[in-house]
């Protein structure tokens, strides 16, 4: 019951999210898919981790196992904050992880991937919402 909740408000309130995670859902539909906690978790060939509405996209493989938790806290932001989730964690979140000026800030200041708010809030929530440990 709780699993059908957690769909029918990413459907309804993470709804630009959602549109976005099942476009790329379905171009990714030939790849290895499973449940999470009620997400629909698919394995792509990207180092990276990505997560809009109930879809998560991760590495394939063991690798991927270890983002489970932290995009599945992403998840909850989007349930927190619905058609706002793209613009406070989606953008900043992206742009963090891919612009090779915040990829150099990173290594010359040795700042964690995990300091910018949108990921350590999403480590805290996967955790609470899951009850396992982040390992991002």
Same mark, same amino acid.
């Given at each position: 019951?709780? &699993?059908?909740?957690?769909?029918?408000?990413?459907? %309804?309130?993470?709804?630009?999210?959602? %549109?976005?995670?099942?476009?790329?859902?379905?171009?990714?539909? @030939?790849?290895?898919?499973? $449940?999470?906690?009620? *997400?629909?978790? #698919?394995?792509?060939?990207? $180092? #990276?981790?990505? !997560?809009?509405?109930?879809? /998560?996209?991760?590495?394939?493989?063991?690798?991927?196992?270890?983002?489970?938790?932290?995009?599945?806290?992403? #998840?909850? &932001? !989007?349930?927190? /904050?619905?058609?706002?989730?793209?613009?406070?964690?989606?953008?900043? !979140?992206? /742009?963090?992880? +891919?612009?090779?000026?915040? *990829?150099?800030?990173? $290594?010359? @200041? $040795?700042? !964690?991937? &995990? +300091?910018?708010?949108?990921?350590?809030? *999403?480590?805290?929530?996967?955790?609470? *919402? #899951?009850?396992? +440990?982040?390992?991002?």
């Amino acid at each position: 019951m709780k &699993q059908i909740g957690y769909g029918i408000l990413q459907i %309804l309130w993470g709804m630009p999210q959602t %549109l976005l995670g099942f476009a790329v859902f379905l171009c990714l539909r @030939k790849r290895q898919h499973y $449940r999470y906690h009620g *997400a629909v978790v #698919t394995e792509w060939k990207k $180092r #990276t981790g990505l !997560s809009l509405g109930m879809f /998560l996209f991760v590495p394939e493989g063991e690798e991927g196992k270890d983002f489970l938790v932290h995009e599945y806290g992403h #998840t909850m &932001q !989007s349930l927190l /904050l619905g058609p706002f989730y793209l613009f406070v964690i989606g953008i900043p !979140s992206v /742009l963090w992880c +891919n612009l090779r000026c915040f *990829a150099k800030l990173r $290594r010359k @200041k $040795r700042i !964690s991937y &995990q +300091n910018l708010y949108t990921e350590r809030w *999403a480590n805290r929530l996967g955790e609470k *919402a #899951t009850g396992e +440990n982040a390992l991002l």
